[in-house]
């Protein structure tokens, strides 16, 4: 754990030393869980809407992108349920005073238990090697059963508060779980109460006009609201979907995890349309092929997970998250939701305007159903930096001084600068054949020309902020029309021809596409 959490300080430090993300407003001490993505962060950021974006939106015929305003007429957040009831249950310690989120400390407490039957099961594993049947030693190893009789009767008793919105009993569980606040170490625990996330603000010149809008929680109300608009005038047929994505406000009660819990971040949202009825099938589709999306950007298989929602939301049919094993553990990442026809009803009945379609084909209008799937980009965009970044032994030592670098390991396709151009010594003309090259490359790629400092340095510069391919322009180069490439994560050098290299590029970053 504490290898974990050095990690995740190291992530965060380096994404402030390299340009990659920024505390808000720092010069005054910064603003509370909001963040600034700096030079290279915006890069990736955009690569990763980028690529949502294609996936969703390109490369299916039936879905179509929009991009709504933030501030939406006040009755949206009436109808949508998020006025009376987008809230979550806090608490207080009353002896650090510190706030927490009442259900995450549940949940928290759960996982360390099942962390606990984890451990046996595979430190059994590891005592029976091939003959180790983890069926039959999960039903009947003594230790293992006690704990999962625990963690069933807390799972169903918190179930069950939360259903019933029962405040009180939650809290009571909190106390019969023994949990401890991690700062004072006590259980001297306030009453749970609920807590609005909405911002608002107020919209209007003269006092006595304002009204009071929000600041949108979720990019979603902008798709339903625009339903017909975007039916119509794409003349869409069932099923189909609309995709945006855009940033969303939340006055979350804890915000200490970096960029996985801010108070304004982007999501990355698509509400696909369909007959009632067949919601489920397009949810179980949804689900494999949001996970096979994650597949597709390179990072191994057994970080992600899907998670089932213990309570249901007011809207939903069935829910669940894909959650990433962060360097704080598995959390969720992305949401897939059948909300059923929540939503379209709601606003139907607030608006007093018809919001169906008719189905030609079965001569029969209805509200659709809605499948859902809801992917906060700097999650995804914390998701992939932290497994990119590592600290690296080096037994070649480039002529550098140190024998340690640190790398991003990036997919090449997502990485911020795609290739830096690099004359090996400031003289005998290699600066300007370099910046030919560097200028050629421009239009086609994000490129950077360095010639400060000496190759070593420069190449650990391009590491430390995920350059898949540095090339390097030296005195053969004016005799042969040959350069050297050198690639990032091999850290292998070849010698290639200059009227190559736009190719070797374009090729290595498509490849880098696991799909
Ligand atoms: P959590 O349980 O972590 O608060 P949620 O279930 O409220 O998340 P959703 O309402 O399903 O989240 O939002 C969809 C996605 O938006 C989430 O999967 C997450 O990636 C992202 N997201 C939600 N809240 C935040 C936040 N405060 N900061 C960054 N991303 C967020």
């Not at 390299?18 to 010069?27: A, L, Q, R, T, V």
């Not at 499948?371 to 700097?378: A, P, R």
Request: aromatic fraction near 10%; proline fraction near 3%; charge should be negative.
């Amino acid at each position: 754990m504490a290898n974990n959490e050095d990690l995740f300080k190291n992530i965060i430090s380096h994404s402030k030393e390299y340009g990659y993300i920024f505390p808000s407003s720092e010069i005054y001490d910064g603003l509370s869980a909001v963040y600034d993505y700096g030079q290279y962060g915006a890069e990736l950021k955009k690569n990763l809407r980028d690529y949502w974006w294609k996936s969703m939106v390109q490369m299916n015929e039936n879905i179509v992108g929009i991009d709504a305003a933030i501030f939406m007429h006040p009755t949206t957040w009436k109808a949508s349920g998020h006025v009376d009831a987008f809230s979550d249950p806090l608490i207080d310690n009353k002896d650090s005073k510190k706030r927490y989120r009442a259900d995450v400390l549940v949940e928290d407490h759960m996982a360390k238990i099942e962390a606990k039957i984890t451990k046996e099961v595979e430190k059994a594993k590891a005592r029976f090697g091939e003959s180790f049947n983890e069926e039959t030693f999960r039903s009947t190893n003594a230790r293992v059963l006690e704990n999962q009789t625990k963690l069933n009767d807390i799972h169903t008793r918190f179930k069950n508060a939360l259903e019933a919105n029962d405040l009180a009993d939650v809290r009571q569980l909190i106390i019969d779980c023994e949990i401890v606040c991690p700062v004072s170490g006590s259980r001297n625990w306030t009453e749970v109460r609920q807590f609005n996330l909405m911002f608002s603000t107020a919209m209007g010149s003269v006092s006595e006009e304002a009204a009071t809008i929000y600041l949108r929680p979720e990019t979603a109300q902008g798709i339903f609201v625009n339903f017909l608009n975007v039916q119509k005038t794409g003349r869409m047929k069932i099923p189909f979907g609309i995709a945006q994505t855009g940033k969303a406000f939340r006055n979350e009660i804890v915000a200490r995890q970096f960029i996985f819990r801010m108070r304004e971040f982007e999501q990355m949202e698509m509400q696909f349309f369909v007959k009632p009825g067949t919601e489920l099938e397009w949810y179980e589709r949804w689900k494999e092929t949001r996970m096979k999306w994650h597949n597709s950007l390179g990072i191994s298989s057994e970080k992600y997970r899907f998670h089932d929602h213990i309570k249901l939301a007011h809207y939903a049919n069935a829910a669940c998250d894909i959650e990433f094993e962060f360097p704080f553990g598995f959390k969720e990442l992305e949401g897939i939701h059948s909300r059923t026809d929540f939503d379209l009803s709601s606003h139907e009945k607030f608006s007093g305007k018809k919001l169906r379609y008719f189905d030609a084909e079965d001569n029969e209008s209805y509200i659709p159903y809605v499948v859902e799937t809801s992917i906060g980009l700097d999650r995804l965009f914390l998701a992939v930096l932290s497994t990119a970044f590592q600290i690296e032994k080096l037994n070649t030592q480039e002529g550098e001084e140190s024998n340690e670098r640190v790398v991003l390991r990036l997919p090449d396709f997502l990485a911020p600068v795609k290739v830096a151009v690099l004359p090996l010594v400031k003289k005998d003309g290699l600066p300007d054949r370099a910046l030919e090259l560097f200028h050629s490359l421009k239009p086609h790629f994000m490129c950077q020309y360095d010639e400060k400092d000496s190759i070593g340095k420069r190449y650990r510069r391009q590491d430390a902020i995920g350059t898949p391919l540095c090339v390097t322009i030296d005195h053969q180069t004016i005799e042969d029309g040959t350069a050297t490439i050198r690639h990032r994560d091999s850290m292998q050098q070849e010698r290639v021809p200059m009227d190559k290299i736009a190719s070797i590029l374009r090729e290595k970053i498509d490849a880098s596409v696991k799909a």
